[in-house]
């Protein structure tokens, strides 16, 4: 079993930037592909971003592409997820997971492992 724990969310105003942490606890959590993905009221989850176990490959939604950094710290369990120039459309629950794979994907439905979320509010 894996379990995640989500941090760092909270209300902040459009430009600005917010940094959001997920603490794993698990043997294999090193050889585990990360993600982040998101759900805004009456909208389905939406992928985010995706880490690869080595933490060399990334991958990201288009709409955050470019504000949005996904990064690993195997050593300390972590995976982090640094959001620059917020925007009110960011405004969502986030939520970390983990893949039983050491390579990344974009579908929900891959990941085994969730967080509880964290609330994110971005305000105009």
């Known amino acids: 079993q894996v379990q995640l724990v989500e941090s760092g969310g909270g209300l902040v105003q459009a430009g600005g930037s917010l940094r959001l942490s997920c603490a794993a606890s698990?043997?294999?959590?090193?050889?585990?592909?990360m993600g982040w993905f998101r759900q805004a009221p009456g909208k389905e989850r939406e992928f985010v971003a995706t880490?690869?176990?080595?933490?060399?490959?990334?991958g990201y939604a288009d709409s955050v592409k470019g504000r949005f950094t996904i990064s690993r710290d195997n050593a300390k369990n972590t995976v982090a997820l640094q959001m620059n120039s917020l925007k009110p459309e960011d405004t969502a629950v986030y939520y970390c997971?983990?893949?039983?794979?050491?390579?990344?994907?974009?579908?929900?439905?891959?990941?085994?492992?969730w967080g509880q979320g964290t609330q994110v509010t971005v305000s105009s």
């Open positions: 698990g043997r294999t959590f090193s050889t585990y592909a």
């Open positions: 880490i690869r176990w080595s933490g060399d490959v990334t």
């Open positions: 997971a983990a893949r039983r794979n050491p390579y990344g994907s974009y579908t929900p439905n891959e990941y085994a492992y």
